[in-house]
């Protein structure tokens, strides 16, 4: 397969007339300053697409469902109760079809792949099913359905809280022991190898609060050279149960206790001291930002600047899927530390464009976190790549180097054409390839959960 596209964002520059050569799931070769051949998939501009680090896709069903406001019960933990009871009602069914609405949302904003963050594992009450993968096989399916590029994450989910608090009502779908969870990964591996070779399965203690440190030593143990994905210090409150059950702050804990390093991806991350930031820097670990869930549920602001000073990394995902738009996600990443700063152009390193920066950034380590050799468009990487049309009313007077400043805070998902995860074309022209299907089922899943919820 051949991509011609007007202008290109290759890995160091922007280059013209370029021509990109797909065999199989990889770049293998890129001409720039030619002409197209009539048989190329044409696009007006092409960038590297980016990953969705953090995704829980059964959230986006309940998306518009806990916007109100009741005195007294306005936090993020009167949210998660709703989601508790929620997801109840969920059925092997409804989980597959929200996931593939919600992995083709993803394509469609210009994602080529996503680290699903799934710790749903049992019936309602929490017996297991007859096959115990049955749910992660159901988002494995909703991803072979969408062609997007998995990371499959099954959640190991002990307890209520710190110091080993039992599981109760909605939680019982998520708690394993450790021969439990390890029994999933392991079921996750072989269900996994029916997608394509670019899909993986990585591990993720869900919590400092939700395992002990003893449960992450053996689970990590099973499966050592892993992606390890895990939330951490997302709100004060945990903050402060995890520093009285454990005598230090989560990430700093963290750090003391385990070698954490390129294979990990901290979420969230947002109340850190300059200590913590730093050290967490220094690691080489992604922390992956979920600024429109982390705005939607008022859990803070992480710290950019100083993070940034240290070299550190990041990525974005969509975490609770209230809203999934690429653009949308690394605009209000920019604009919460503008706010926060009363300043402008915060998330860069020294000069440059700060929406490329952003994008750029995003992409690579993105990339990095759910193990997948792609964020630039680079010979030898998967061909995860992204069309735009440029002529769209936004982007139009804007120079090569402008180009992503625009993209980011100025124009809508809707100017993404194309999306190719690892060579695969699941976005064409802007409509999903089964899009119909899709979008079929997730209706008809909604209105029997509307009916369910009363
Ligand atoms: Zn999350």
Redesign the pocket.
Known sequence: MFIFSQRARLEDTWAEKVRVKISGDRIEEIKIGVKPENSDIRVDTLLPALANL???SFQRAMAGMTEYRVAGRENFWTWRELMYRFLDFLTPEDIFSIAAQTFMEMQKSGYASVGE?HYIHHQKGGNPYDNPAELSERIIEAASLTGIGLTHLPVLYKYAGTNNQTLQGGQLRFGNSIDDICKIVSMSQKAIDLLPSDARVGVAPHSLRATSPSDIKELLNCYPNTQVHM?IA?QIKEIEEVTDALGARPVEWLLDHFAVDKNWCL??ATHMNLAETIRLAKTNAVVGL?PI?ESNLGDGIFEGPAFLKANGRFGI?S??CINISLTEELRTLEYSQRLRDQQRNIMIQGDGSVGEALYLSAASNGAQALDRAAGSITNGNLADLIGIDTYQSSLFALSDKQLIDGLVFAAKDTVITDVWSAGRHQVQKGVHVAEKTIKASYVDTMLTLKERLG
Request: aromatic residues 8%; negative net charge; hydrophobic residues 15%.
């Open positions: 953090h995704s829980h963050f939330h997302e979420i969230h979920c869930t995902g975490d609770s």
